[in-house]
């Protein structure tokens, strides 16, 4: 598997915005499922937003609304746009691709992992 880079994380304001962008030149159209989660301090890591091969995506309860994910076909990267950050939103934040199952946060289902971006947002 070819291993995924993430870039884009940052400190910032509460109600700030940040985009995420993360290498996906290996997955992009092949049927793979693409994914971001995160991981707060002392949490488990969460899925935080996914996207199907065919363009079906899905949201955490807590970021709909605020977050979108989509994939850049001409710069070969999956994107997460934050826009009202919150201090809740503090993360190291991964992306992920994978092709078992249904797409959707099972984590087992993905076999390509980055290394993760820091996002800390200050109140």
């Known amino acids: 598997q070819v291993p995924l880079v993430e870039s884009g994380g940052d400190s910032v304001q509460a109600g700030q915005s940040l985009r995420l962008s993360c290498g996906v030149s290996a997955y992009l159209n092949r049927r793979y499922c693409m994914a971001w989660f995160r991981r707060a301090a002392g949490k488990e890591r969460e899925g935080v937003a996914f996207?199907?091969?065919?363009?079906?995506?899905d949201y955490g309860d807590s970021v709909k609304g605020r977050f979108t994910i989509a994939k850049d076909y001409a710069a070969r990267t999956l994107s997460l746009q934050m826009n009202s950050l919150k201090p809740e939103d503090t993360a190291m934040y991964f992306c992920?691709?994978?092709?078992?199952?249904?797409?959707?946060?099972?984590?087992?289902?993905?076999?390509?992992w980055g290394q993760g971006t820091q996002v800390t947002v200050s109140s």
């Open positions: 992920a691709a994978g092709r078992y199952g249904t797409c959707g946060f099972n984590e087992l289902a993905f076999t390509s």
């Open positions: 996207i199907d091969w065919d363009g079906r995506s």
